[in-house]
């Protein structure tokens, strides 16, 4: 017997805009370990990232698919350094790699979870396309128009909780909003999370994921409520619906 799910096994989780660039291996510094990854990101200190390399090889110090932590990064530059671990020394860079068939490649390395989700919610639509024609036989009830299904579009927004802890991955959420470069945001939506050693289990919990452009925060403050803040954002592609768990 199937079992209705409540809203207490929700989740959101979510990838920070403008954190995901490209470099080559002239961007690559040796004597200052640091590479130019683009001006006017939204990396920060202690952000977890991954490295590709785009068929060729990557700075020596770096590997791809291994986590590194963002060490400083200059906006008004684009210049970053990296760290093996969490507030860790600065990583050495000592070959600035060779480039391959597509540019290297930085992006945040995993999901985090919005603590302070009040609710989520996503819409999916289908454009109607009239393809009603004439001449048909006219009888006592008026013809009906014909439809067929066109593009799908989609819409979600997220209301979270306002904090005075600006460090929380829901206040970088709010703050995204107004990031000129969005590439790297990406929400997991969990209709069903089931946890394993404190982190979602995707072979087991449901899910809709989706790179996505932020387009509105909207503020509530009321003195009978708890602060709010609505924010509202559109998939740039296909969304992936993780359902089948049977």
Do not use: C, H
């Not at 593009?151 to 460090?167: C, M």
């Not at 969990?190 to 979602?200: A, E, H, K, N, R």
């Not at 919990?205 to 509530?220: D, G, H, N, P, Q």
């Not at 009321?222 to 992936?240: I, L, N």
């Amino acid at each position: 017997m199937a079992t209705v799910l409540s809203g207490t096994s929700g989740a959101l989780y979510y990838k920070p805009a403008g954190t995901s660039g490209t470099f080559k291996a002239a961007d690559v510094t040796n004597a200052s370990n640091s590479i130019n990854v683009g001006a006017y990101l939204n990396f920060q200190v202690n952000d977890k990232v991954v490295f590709a390399a785009g068929g060729g090889t990557l700075p020596a110090g770096l590997t791809a698919g291994t986590d590194v932590f963002i060490k400083t990064y200059t906006a008004s530059t684009g210049v970053a350094t990296f760290s093996a671990t969490s507030g860790g020394t600065e990583l050495a860079l000592t070959s600035d790699g060779t480039d391959g068939t597509s540019d290297f490649t930085i992006k945040f390395s995993e999901f985090q979870s919005v603590a302070n989700v009040r609710s989520w919610s996503f819409e999916i639509t289908r454009e109607e396309i009239d393809v009603t024609s004439i001449g048909g036989t006219l009888g006592q009830v008026a013809p009906f128009r014909t439809f067929i299904s066109g593009f799908a579009d989609g819409s979600g927004s997220a209301e979270v909780y306002f904090t005075d802890d600006d460090t929380t991955i829901a206040s970088r959420l709010i703050e995204d909003v107004t990031q000129r470069k969005q590439a790297g945001a990406t929400f997991k939506l969990y209709m069903d999370t089931v946890l394993s050693s404190g982190t979602p289990d995707d072979t087991k919990s449901r899910s809709i994921e989706m790179e996505a452009v932020l387009t509105s925060a909207s503020f509530s403050v009321t003195p009978d409520d708890a602060q709010t803040v609505s924010v509202s954002f559109r998939p740039t592609a296909a969304p992936t619906f993780d359902f089948d768990k049977s």
